[in-house]
């Protein structure tokens, strides 16, 4: 027996028994029709006559070589099993594990994983991509292919109110500088400015304007006014005492400002809270910051937003939640409450782009103002919001009548805050100077 043949021998052993230890490993055969992967998506086995025979079966077919262990191929997962569900007898998607099913790496040379492959609906490859790949971008691709998944059933609903549905004829000192909110008499703050009177609905509102301010704010205080909660009166802030409580119901903070200690401790037999000073309620309303913009907000106002590594901060609206990614470059999780029903979504982040999304129904609205010179441009933090379906964003929009802007995804959303340069980062939803309206 010559050298060549003594090494084929060898050679076809070992296949043999890393083939045996396989199949024992798993507890079935190499050969099984389906395996279920580590990534929670059913991966569909290569036949014995070749992985090609999975396309070319009259639709488009996406498919997808990774593995359970890996990272970006857990990420792709939900987009998989969502795109499956979403485009059922529009497009086949299967996933493979190169793992479980070695030949199929061999037979689509692919040299890292997950790599995705997209094939017409005759079987052949018009293109593949290495790496995470985002539900928008797969679809994008497909439409630069040439292939038309549309379906007037699933295509993302278009909605938008550019004119308000009702005029808004309160008078301009009625409303609040910061959240266009109603100003409660009561609890009325005023800056008197150069240009004139900057009115605010409340303290927590002032102390947004306030951490969001460019201009230079020594001696700044000087400028403030509080109304007295017992006298309608105005105070100035540095002889303020305030008091502070929390809402039974909601566990939102309120603030009642009064002309002396006593005033406020009298209030304070009646309706319970801490009666602090300025310092102490500047200290306490600044203590939760925006994680993007660095306004001051409230935790049960705000969007919980956990950082890769294990950081959490906050969003003061969903898109500055999403503005995480941008500023900290790392991927995120984004836990916010629907702004009509309060029920729960989940957004999480894989390199710049939505990875997951619960519920899936779930959308953005971008709140937006028209310019004088006719351009549009953000309507600002309180008119932003998530929405786990298209229909309570509207809903919300009919009780919000002042409300213009219109419904984008949060994949958009989203990919609209990476394109900011970090000059834009910096200067987000920031006030150069305190001036009215």
């Known amino acids: 027996m010559n050298k060549s043949m003594k090494i084929a021998i060898v050679a076809i052993l070992a296949i043999v028994v890393v083939v045996v230890i396989l199949a024992k490993e798993k507890?079935?055969?190499?050969?099984?029709?389906?395996?279920?992967?580590?990534?929670?998506?059913?991966?569909?086995?290569?036949?014995?006559?070749?992985?090609?025979?999975?396309?070319?079966?009259?639709?488009?077919?996406?498919?997808?070589?990774?593995?359970?262990?890996?990272?970006p191929c857990k990420?792709?997962?939900?987009?998989?099993?969502?795109?499956?569900e979403e485009y059922k007898g529009r497009m086949e998607v299967v996933f493979i594990d190169v793992l479980e099913n070695p030949n199929a790496g061999t037979e689509y040379g692919i040299k890292l994983i997950p790599t995705q492959i997209f094939f017409d609906a005759t079987g052949k490859e018009l293109f593949r991509h290495e790496g995470f790949f985002s539900k928008e971008d797969i679809l994008a691709t497909w439409k630069e292919l040439g292939v038309d998944?549309?379906?007037?059933?699933?295509?993302?609903?278009?909605?938008?109110?550019?004119?308000?549905?009702?005029?808004?004829?309160?008078?301009?000192?009625?409303?609040c500088y910061m959240c266009d909110g109603d100003i409660d008499a009561r609890t009325l703050v005023?800056?008197?400015?150069?240009?004139?009177?900057?009115?605010?609905?409340?303290?927590?509102?002032?102390?947004?304007?306030?951490?969001?301010?460019?201009?230079?704010?020594?001696?700044?205080?000087?400028?403030?006014?509080?109304?007295?909660?017992?006298?309608?009166?105005?105070v100035p802030i540095l002889e303020a005492a305030f008091l502070s409580g929390e809402d039974e119901t909601t566990g939102r903070p309120w603030i009642k400002a009064f002309a002396s200690r006593d005033a406020a401790l009298a209030e304070r037999s009646a309706a319970g809270g801490s009666v602090l000073n300025l310092e102490s309620l500047a200290q306490k309303?600044?203590?939760?910051?925006?994680?993007?913009?660095?306004?001051?907000?409230?935790?049960q106002d705000a969007s919980e937003v956990i950082v890769e590594g294990g950081m959490h901060t906050w969003g003061c609206c969903s898109h500055c939640a999403l503005g995480v990614a941008a500023r900290t470059g790392k991927d995120i999780e984004v836990r916010e409450k629907d702004r009509l029903t309060k029920q729960p979504i989940v957004v999480k982040t894989f390199e710049g782009k939505v990875a997951s999304l619960e519920p899936a129904t779930a959308v953005a609205w971008f709140g937006q103002r028209q310019k004088p010179d006719?351009?549009?441009?953000?309507?600002?933090?309180?008119?932003?919001?998530?929405?786990?379906?298209a229909d309570n964003l509207k809903k919300w929009v009919a009780q919000n009548p002042y409300e213009t802007g219109r419904l984008i995804s949060i994949s958009q959303a989203l990919a609209d805050k990476m394109k900011l340069t970090p000059a834009q980062i910096q200067n987000a939803c920031k006030i150069g100077e305190c001036s009215p309206k």
């Open 27 to 71: 507890g079935s055969s190499p050969q099984a029709t389906t395996v279920q992967g580590d990534t929670g998506v059913v991966a569909q086995q290569v036949a014995a006559n070749g992985p090609r025979d999975l396309t070319g079966k009259g639709r488009p077919t996406l498919i997808d070589l990774g593995a359970g262990k890996c990272i």
């Open 75 to 84: 990420m792709m997962a939900p987009i998989l099993e969502g795109l499956k």
């Open 149 to 175: 998944l549309s379906d007037s059933g699933s295509a993302m609903p278009a909605f938008e109110q550019l004119t308000p549905d009702r005029p808004d004829e309160r008078p301009k000192e009625s409303v």
């Open 190 to 234: 005023t800056v008197q400015t150069d240009k004139g009177p900057v009115r605010t609905c409340g303290p927590h509102c002032y102390f947004i304007l306030y951490s969001c301010l460019t201009e230079d704010k020594a001696g700044f205080e000087k400028k403030v006014n509080v109304t007295d909660w017992a006298t309608g009166q105005p």
């Open 285 to 299: 309303e600044m203590s939760h910051r925006c994680g993007f913009c660095d306004r001051a907000c409230y935790p």
């Open 374 to 389: 006719g351009t549009w441009a953000s309507a600002g933090c309180f008119h932003q919001g998530f929405f786990t379906s």
